[in-house]
């Protein structure tokens, strides 16, 4: 059996080529090469720099500025399969998804010549920063401020669970302007560099195995120039939408890599581990669990290709609907075959040698991140089924 998972109604060849090769390169490097990196405390910069250079980190970005012309739909093949070879990026679910994507699509020229090739070509990263410690699921709450001063912007405020911010040369911010900060959001997106006087970062210490670390940030009248907004100041919501779309469906494909490296790890195992007289896969017990895990995934992968065919079409309220269902689908799938993995192997899951442990702690971000199942449940009972808002 194979957990490769080649699908030609919804792929394309050159999907399917651009799997293979982004594979590839995961083989050369993975799970070994990825413990290393989380054991001495370093970052996966030998493997981002190699995806770079092979035109993988940009691939959903616009060609006339140094990207591969695709979508999303690209993007998420190459997190998913550097994911089943064990190594997964995380940063690209923030970096060319997330911020890439909003600046293609709503920054000015300026922005999209300062940021976009260097975004591409991994030369340069970007962070993200949505969540707050009063706000978390409703962002409504956002209480980072912007306001005028002159030709400058201001900004006051707190995010948490801000990934990759250290080895980040800006970060997206996500603010609300002064007179906003009642009633209806009213979002507005910055661009925050590293070094500016006011804005601080401290590590949130995690149990996750995991190159990318978490901080959380202080903007302490923090002053930014006038193009530091991104886009227009009064269709930031749908700015930030174009943005959160993108979010989900990178974290449907990173849960779909977990979810395949764990069980092609369990597969192998359950084929030539021999306790009787047959390999233990020979036993329904394992094989069946294993079997389910499998279609799973394979359900989870189809709503990740719709979402991002969508998505990639121009159609965002379509893709806003399949982007909440796909990620909720790779994290369930993803937890049910890490767990299964882990019980196959049973006192052997739990060991440093077969590395699957840690796993199970990582398969919870994509319940949790970038939005709680719950939350995606609120969305779909109301939005898709029409019944009355519980919040």
């Known amino acids: 059996m194979s957990t490769a998972m080649n699908n030609p109604v919804i792929e394309t060849e050159e999907h399917r080529a651009l799997r293979d090769a982004v594979a590839a390169l995961g083989k050369r490097y993975g799970r070994a090469y990825f413990a290393d990196v989380v054991r001495d405390g370093r970052h996966t910069d030998k493997l981002w720099a190699e995806a770079a250079a092979l035109g ?3 691939v959903n970005l616009p060609e006339e500025y140094g990207g591969g012309g695709g979508g999303i739909a690209e993007l998420a093949i190459v997190l998913e399969e550097l994911g089943a070879a064990g190594c997964p990026l995380l940063m690209l679910v923030v970096s060319p998804a997330i911020c890439g994507t909003v600046i293609a699509r709503f920054g000015t020229e300026q922005q999209k010549r300062t940021w976009l090739p260097g975004l591409a070509d991994g030369s340069r990263t970007m962070a993200f920063g949505i969540t707050e410690p009063d706000a978390g699921s409703n962002s409504h709450r956002i209480t980072t401020t912007a306001r005028r001063d002159g ?18 040369d800006t970060t997206l911010i996500v603010g609300r302007t002064e007179d906003a900060r009642t009633g209806k959001l009213k979002p507005c997106l910055f661009l925050v560099p590293r070094d500016t006087p006011g804005f601080g970062r401290s590590p949130i210490p995690m149990e996750l195995a995991a190159p990318e670390k978490q901080f959380e940030l202080t903007l302490d009248d923090v002053r930014l120039p006038a193009d530091a907004l991104v886009g227009d100041e009064d269709a930031g919501l749908l700015q930030l939408f174009a943005g959160l779309n993108p979010e989900r469906i990178m974290t449907a494909a990173f849960a779909l890599g977990m979810g395949r490296y764990a069980l092609e790890r369990a597969v192998d195992y ?31 992968r189809l709503m990740t290709q719709k979402a991002a065919h969508l998505y990639d079409a121009g159609d965002d309220m379509g893709a806003g609907e399949a982007a909440n269902m796909a990620k909720y689908a790779a994290a369930e799938a993803a937890v049910h075959s890490v767990d299964q993995a882990v019980h196959t192997l049973g006192g052997n899951g739990l060991t440093h040698e077969y590395g699957l442990a840690s796993m199970i702690t990582a398969a919870r971000v994509a319940r949790i991140a970038p939005v709680s199942r719950e939350m995606i449940l609120n969305f779909v009972s109301h939005q898709s089924l029409g019944l009355p808002k519980s919040y």
Not at 151 to 168: E, P, Y
Not at 273 to 297: C, F, N, S, T, Y
């Open 151 to 168: 030709g400058d912007w201001v900004l006051n405020g707190r995010k948490v669970f801000v990934s990759g911010v250290d080895i980040a």
């Open 56 to 58: 993988y980190l940009g």
């Open 270 to 300: 359950a084929r030539t581990r021999q306790v009787w007289k047959d390999p233990i896969g020979a036993h329904q017990a394992i094989a069946h669990p294993l079997a389910q895990a499998h279609i799973e995934l394979e359900l989870a």
